[in-house]
Nanobody, 122 residues
Framework: QLQLVESGGGLVQPGGSLSLSCAAS????????IAWFRQAPGKEREGVSC??????NYADSVKGRFTISRDNAKNMVYLQMNSLKPEDTAVYYC?????????????????WGQGTQVTVSS
């Protein structure tokens, strides 16, 4: 059974950067598409970025600021977040689906981590 654990969240000032990590265990990630989602208080969980073996995808709200990457040898996925804004404040979740397709809708993902809090505030 695939298990995912996020880390790297915290408090950062507007304009700052954070790097999130997602560590996988129980299975190798190389046949999975991995995504980052986020959920702000009172809002729906939304897709931020995803990565497959051959492509990446980003929500319009984070294009040019966030970069997703993966290291299959280490069973890790990363999300580098730059130029952070207060509206990026949310719990960030890592999710996986056994597919070559990278999509950004929540119901496509069967495996989820517990989330890590990101707060952007001065």
């Amino acid at each position: 059974q695939l298990q995912l654990v996020e880390s790297g969240g915290g408090l950062v000032q507007p304009g700052g950067s954070l790097s999130l990590s997602c560590a996988a265990s129980g299975s190798t990630l190389n046949t999975y598409a991995i995504a980052w989602f986020r959920q702000a208080p009172g809002k729906e969980r939304e897709g931020v970025s995803c990565i497959s073996s051959s492509s990446t995808n980003y929500a319009d709200s984070v294009k040019g600021r966030f970069t997703i990457s993966r290291d299959n040898a280490k069973n890790m996925v990363y999300l580098q977040m730059n130029s952070l804004k207060p509206e990026d404040t949310a719990v960030y979740y890592c999710a996986a689906r056994p597919s070559w397709l990278c999509v950004l809708y929540r119901t496509a993902y069967a495996y989820w981590g517990q989330g890590t809090q990101v707060t952007v505030s001065s």
